[in-house]
T-cell receptor, first 113, second 114 residues
């Protein structure tokens, strides 16, 4: 069945280092992918998205890479800050127009001062 | 800015009670979703709605029902709450269509059933 998974449940990095959070997806027909950030006590917030016709997209301090060959998605955060500490979810959209998303289980990013 | 609000941040109910969780969005979005979030399981879709009075089951609809009488409001109903429904409940909305399917989330309702 469809599933989206993250490789590591927890990632601990030093403040100022770059962080890389990985995600594997199983539905080769998915055409849209999103990364969400969820801080403690809050709902998930959109970080960045990418369509299947792209392999890289950059935002402010964040980059998403998409490798369709191996069905792998990653989120890179440059110069990680304490405020980046949160749970990060990847999500994919199957080819439909309902806006339905399939979420991965999440990776907790811990930033050490 | 899109705003999705949920009626309660924290709720404590007894086993067997009927529970209503309300969600309201202010961006005229067609699609609305209810998820539950549990440690180690991520977000699991309970129900979604792509139009007023329309609903579709998600991955874990058992024990839940929904109501969408107005476009901006999507309610989740636990007909007879059970302890295994203790969870964080998240509502989300998005526009209809093939374009961006970014979902906007509410702050969540942490429900405890005792």
């Amino acid at each position: 069945g469809e599933s989206v998974g993250l490789h590591l449940p927890t990632l601990s990095v030093q403040e100022g280092d770059n962080s890389i959070i990985n995600c594997a997806y199983s539905n080769s027909a998915s055409d849209y992918f999103i990364w969400y950030k969820q801080e403690s006590g809050k709902g998930p917030q959109f970080i960045i998205d990418i369509r299947s016709n792209m392999d890289k997209r950059q935002g402010q301090r964040v980059t998403v890479l998409l490798n369709k060959t191996v069905k792998h998605l990653s989120l890179q955060i440059a110069a990680t800050q304490p405020g980046d500490s949160a749970v990060y979810f990847c999500a994919e959209t199957p080819s439909s127009n309902t806006g339905k998303l399939i979420f991965g289980q999440g990776t907790t990013l811990q930033v050490k001062p | 800015d899109v705003k999705v609000t949920q009626s309660s941040r924290y709720l404590v109910k007894r086993t067997g009670e009927k529970v209503f969780l309300e969600c309201v969005q202010d961006m005229d979005h067609e699609n609305m979703f209810w998820y539950r979030q549990d440690p180690g399981l991520g977000l699991r879709l309970i129900y979604f709605s792509y139009d007023v009075k329309m609903k579709e089951k998600g991955d874990i609809p058992e024990g839940y029902s929904v109501s969408r009488e107005k476009k901006e409001r999507f309610s989740l109903i636990l007909e007879s709450a059970s302890t295994n429904q203790t969870s964080m409940y998240l509502c989300a909305s998005t526009q209809h269509g093939w374009g961006s399917t970014e979902q906007y989330f509410g702050p969540g309702t942490r429900l405890t059933v005792t």
